[in-house]
């Protein structure tokens, strides 16, 4: 039984959604490294409104105290906006995930199903062709027997017609 045009277009599906699932899972996780990224640099700007509070403590600078601690209580707020939607992407990333998982598997099992075919598919050829062999040996030995070989030439270019056109039907 050949693989049929509805089982190859189902493979075709497959990895149509596959990639899609995969380009979504990348997407979500561009948008978590960059949610990182921006609460990695906000950690940093708020650190260094503490060193500006620390170093004004020395100088006496009252502008640089204030401009320190606004840095400071700027960096916590943002800290306190990205963590939520961190989160929130994080959970965002594990579902996208689990569906890539999911819709690999379901590609993969419609190549297994294909190749199982396919396989099978040799399988029969090489039987068919075994037959065919046997019964030109078969009669191969009946011509033999009653001395006609002149029918030999023929069945022999018969089986070599099958033989080909079982290659060209396998392609």
């Not at 075709?12 to 979504?24: F, P, Q």
Request: net charge positive; with cysteine.
């Amino acid at each position: 039984m050949a693989v049929s045009r509805a089982m190859r277009r189902l493979l075709e599906v497959r990895e149509i959604e596959e990639g899609l699932s995969r380009a979504a899972l990348e997407s979500a996780m561009g948008d978590l490294k960059r949610l990182e990224t921006a609460l990695k640099a906000t950690r940093e700007k708020e650190r260094s409104g503490r060193r500006l509070v620390a170093a004004s403590a020395e100088t006496d600078e009252l502008a640089d105290r204030i401009a320190g601690l606004e840095e400071i209580c700027a960096a916590q707020r943002h800290v306190t906006a990205l963590s939520p939607r961190i989160t929130e992407t994080k959970l965002t990333v594990a579902a996208r995930r689990r569906e890539f998982l999911a819709k690999r598997i379901e590609r993969r099992q419609a190549e297994t199903l294909i190749r199982k075919i396919e396989s099978g598919d040799a399988i029969e050829a090489g039987r068919r062709a075994q037959r065919g062999v046997d019964d030109w040996f078969l009669r191969r030995a009946r011509r033999s027997s009653c001395g006609d070989h002149e029918n030999l030439n023929e069945a022999t270019a018969q089986i070599g017609y099958r033989k080909r056109r079982e290659i060209r039907d396998r392609s």
